[in-house]
């Protein structure tokens, strides 16, 4: 995640990225990553990205607003790397470090704690469109990236205004003001494609399902559940509808 603006999405990724952690927990290891990744991506969607940030056992990778670490903990697991996981919700970073055991900061995406060039590529999944500075997560995605270094991005993008009711405190841009900034930040893209967020195998479906609901059986009368479950819920009838558009683009540095 990027600087949040709204308490609707503080309930959704941080109080309830506290609550996904005890979840999984209790019910075991085996559901971390399907959890980790609701929201952030499909295992096709990740695949599909992965192949195409040319990485080696050896890269440096920043999972840049990695939520409780889901994605991350997929890449190190499917790829041999250790990514570094940054996000700016501590309850989410304590999870991602706590869950995965990789190295997590808490860091808003406009301002992160790495030196220029820290990392040979980088990947921010739904991350774009929860900021109204998208120029300065660009930027800051950038910097920290070498020339030829690669980013991989999912941003659920809309090309036609949104019907109501729209979830709060989300900015969502089109892919046309999405390629402007790319290029502003000096970001070339290399290639896009729409994720499909349903092809993800069943057995992740089902860990998911059980650990949302054993969040539910512990706090399903906390106002601040209801308020995430209605968050996701907003944008789950955009996406379902055809109003957002889950795009991938994987760009390159320089």
């Known amino acids: 995640m990027s600087e949040l603006e709204s308490e609707a999405m503080e309930a959704e990724f941080g109080t309830v990225a506290g609550w996904t952690e005890e979840a999984v927990r209790a019910l075991g290891a085996g559901h971390a990553i399907p959890a980790g990744c609701r929201g952030s991506g499909s295992e096709g969607a990740l695949r599909w990205l992965a192949d195409r940030l040319a990485l080696t056992a050896g890269s440096r990778v920043l999972d840049d607003g990695a939520g409780v670490g889901g994605p991350a903990g997929w890449l190190a697991a499917d790829r041999g790397v250790r990514p570094v996981c940054a996000e700016p919700m501590h309850a989410a970073a304590r999870a991602a470090h706590r869950l995965f055991g990789l190295p997590s900061v808490a860091a808003l995406a406009q301002r ?136 991938l683009g994987v760009a390159e540095a320089g």
């Open 112 to 247: 992160l704690p790495f030196g220029d060039g820290a990392f040979d590529a980088a990947w921010c999944l739904g991350v774009l469109c929860t900021t109204s500075d998208k120029a300065g997560a660009l930027a800051e995605l950038r910097r920290v990236l070498p020339d030829g270094g690669r980013l991989g991005l999912l941003v659920f993008v809309a090309d036609r205004p949104l019907p109501p009711p729209l979830p709060e405190g989300n900015d969502f841009p089109s892919e046309a003001e999405l390629r402007r900034l790319l290029a502003a930040a000096g970001l070339r893209l290399r290639e896009t494609a729409t994720a499909d967020l349903r092809d993800s195998p069943p057995e992740w479906d089902a860990r998911a399902d059980a650990v949302d609901a054993e969040v539910a059986r512990r706090h399903r009368d906390d106002p601040r559940w209801r308020e995430a479950q209605e968050q996701a819920g907003r944008v789950a009838r955009l996406l379902s509808g055809g109003a957002l558009r889950p795009w």
